[in-house]
């Protein structure tokens, strides 16, 4: 039941980035270039929607807060995400949005595909001899977050922000205009 689930959302998901445009690398292009901030609209939108459901269904249990997963912070995340943002750039895709234009019938995502598994693989071949290294140790500053939550939900002021912030990023997709002028 957990992969359908997974599927079944991650079909969802696809079907909502090609429905806003992110399959399609040219939108991704222009919005990355400040040409035109639709998709831009549609991320911050998003995003705001998303928190103001989880601030809403934590707390009558519809959504498990053990599924939030803040990643430790250090130099090895800040280069991988370096890494890939100078991958989306490039190739005006990110895996998600290169998966949901595969589906719409781009075979150049598959060299992008591709490309990305391959990395992905040769980094889990060195995975163990970076982490012996102790490149990863550098600049560890821990899990960072903007607030506190004490390790689960429980604090006021993590969950209200997390309200504020998602209410703020509605404001901001309100705000940005449709299409460029």
Not at 9 to 19: I, N, S, Y
Not at 127 to 135: A, F, R
Not at 138 to 158: F, H, Q, V
Request: aromatic share 12%; hydrophobic share 55%; proline share 3%.
């Amino acid at each position: 039941m957990t992969i359908f689930l997974a599927l079944l959302l991650g079909g969802f998901f696809g079907f909502a980035l090609h429905r806003a445009g992110a399959s399609h690398g040219d939108n991704i292009l222009r919005m990355l270039t400040f040409r035109d901030p639709y998709l831009a609209k549609a991320i911050f939108f998003a995003i705001g929607v998303t928190s103001l459901f989880a601030w809403i269904a934590v707390p009558i249990g519809l959504l498990d807060p053990g599924h939030f997963s803040v990643k430790a912070t250090h130099l090895g995340v800040l280069v991988g995400g370096l890494i890939f943002g100078v991958g989306f750039a490039l190739a005006a895709y990110c895996p998600g949005t290169a998966l949901a234009a595969l589906g719409r019938g781009r075979p150049d995502t598959l060299i992008y595909i591709g490309g990305g598994l391959a990395g992905a693989f040769a980094y889990m071949l060195v995975h163990e001899t970076v982490v012996n290294s102790g490149l990863l140790a550098r600049w560890d500053l821990g899990k960072l977050t903007l607030a506190d939550t004490g390790g689960g939900y429980e604090a006021l002021s993590g969950a209200w922000l997390m309200a504020v912030a998602g209410i703020a990023m509605m404001i901001v997709a309100a705000l940005l205009p449709r299409r460029q002028a």
